[in-house]
Structure formats: C-alpha cells, structure tokens
Nanobody, 127 residues
Framework: QVQLVESGGGLVQAGGSLRLSCVASGRTSRTYPMGWFRQAPGKEREFVASTSWSGATAYYEDSVKGRFTISRDNAKNTVYLQMNSLKPEDTATYYC????????????????????WGQGTQVTVSS
C-alpha cells in the first residue's frame, strides 16, 4: 500500500502561482509513475499532468501546458506541481495519484490507470 498526502493548496488571485506537493509513504521501496488530477464542483475528475517513474518524461493536459510543471524528487518520495499564471478556471480540488509501470508519462492520462490516490487539496483562484 502507498499513502499519498497533498499540500500547498490555497486561495490565490488570477495570475498568481502555487506549488502543490504530494508525499508518498508506505511501500516506497519502488518508484511509481505519478499524476495530478483535478475536480471542480459538478464536474468529472480530469487529468492535469503526469510524470514517469524516473521523472524523465512529463505530459500535460492542453489547458495547462506552458503554465504548470510537474516534477519529482524520488529521494524525498515527493512529486510537485508548480502552477503559474493561474486562472479562475483552474479552481478545483487537486489530487495526486500513483500508478504502476515503466512507460512514458504520455501513457498515464486516465483515472483507471492509477492505483493510489491522495485526499486532495483545494485550489481557489479569484478573478
């Protein structure tokens, strides 16, 4: 089992930045492909970004490309999501998730591919 805990959410004005963190604990002797998803009220949970198990590859949903950056520090069992130029439409609860495997980050874009989920952290962007 792997436990994931997100932090770093908050209230920010449009154009501002936030950095989310997700710390993994439990069965961390191996590394996992990791992803960030978000869910706005009344909407489905959607893919935001993913990184391969080594961090060598990353993949982004189109609306966040050029604004968000996913990274990881495997020594700290932590994955990050740096969010810049935030927009009101980025308002959502953000979840990190861990998958299994050694494919490129482009493979891990759907919820069903992830085995472990965090509890989420709220991001609110005011206009």
């Amino acid at each position: 089992q792997v436990q994931l805990v997100e932090s770093g959410g908050g209230l920010v004005q449009a154009g501002g930045s936030l950095r989310l963190s997700c710390v993994a604990s439990g069965r961390t002797s191996r590394t996992y492909p990791m992803g960030w998803f978000r869910q706005a009220p009344g909407k489905e949970r959607e893919f935001v970004a993913s990184t391969s198990w080594s961090g060598a590859t990353a993949y982004y949903e189109d609306s966040v490309k050029g604004r968000f950056t996913i990274s990881r520090d495997n020594a700290k069992n932590t994955v990050y999501l740096q969010m810049n130029s935030l927009k009101p439409e980025d308002t959502a609860t953000y979840y990190c998730a861990a998958a299994q495997g050694y494919a490129s980050a482009t493979y891990y874009t759907s919820r069903g591919q992830y085995n472990y989920w965090g509890q989420g952290t709220q991001v609110t962007v005011s206009s």
